[in-house]
């Protein structure tokens, strides 16, 4: 059943804000839960790395458990091992848990679970010499920073994993309201009782990407939201992001021209692109397949269609 929409655009009511820390990683792996596939009630699991999308690198091991899922608090990752870029990050988020933890200083650090040289690190992002690229969250910061104090902040600190890092051009991570708001959105439009999600987020990998520093950089990123309506039924909906016009010429001495562009999409064109495969529960709820929504690009909120 489609998403219904309320009238007005509001943001989720937080819980009162907490005061921000320096960025200090729990090395203590072992207590890490996780993205949760029964979040919703129906289980809800990772996209499958299929066999042609590993034609684009196989996926990490977590030496830890023999497995490809790397958990975190809230949250988990499925790396690409050689190209040293997540293939999804998978985030649980509970707005009624919410809260604001504010940004301190940033410390990235590699995850020990897997080998160093299967995460981009620091080198990718130097800004000497000419260097394009921002360190941008998959997982956003916010999202898995909800429940007690103490597990939020758990959950706000493991975002800053190389795993959960993507190249991002200044431009687009500098400017991508939209793009960074797409969660907000759905969570405070949608009349779920619980206001609970599931939020998939990756790169688009292409055999042809640029290569800068080593590492091929993608001109697109997508997202898939997952929610359940107050009817029950579980809704999911398709994003894709493109910095293709920015990426294009990092090779010139001049700083490139062009904008980022966000469009709604299909889940099975997010699968097309990626060659990942989603659960038959999150293709069947897709709201673009139900009301026959046509990929478009989105200029604000009120462009986005759920039904």
Known sequence: MPLRLELSFGSPQPQPAVVGSEVAIDRNYANRNGYALGFLGDSVPLPDVSVAAAAFGRASINRDTGESVLPYTHYSVIM??????????????????????????DAWTY????????????????????????????????????????????????????TNCSPQHWRFNEGKTLWAGLEDYILANTDAEDIKACVFTGPVFRDDDLVHRQIPIPREYWKVVVVRTREGPLASSGY???????????DFEEYPVGAYRTFQTSVARIEALTRLHFSDNVRQADVARIAGIGEHELNWFNDIRLG
Do not use: M
């Open 80 to 105: 690409n091992a050689e190209r040293r870029l997540a293939y999804v990050s998978a985030v649980n988020i509970d707005g009624k848990l919410w809260r604001q933890i504010v940004r301190g200083q």
């Open 111 to 162: 995850d020990p679970r897997i080998p160093n040289a299967e995460q981009s690190g620091a080198a990718l992002y130097d800004k000497e010499p000419g260097n394009f690229f921002d360190r941008g969250h998959l997982c956003r910061r916010l999202d898995p920073s909800w429940g007690d104090r103490q597990t939020a902040t758990k959950g706000n600190n493991d975002t800053f994993h190389w």
């Open 240 to 250: 894709l992001v493109s910095q293709a016009d920015l990426v294009r010429n990092i």
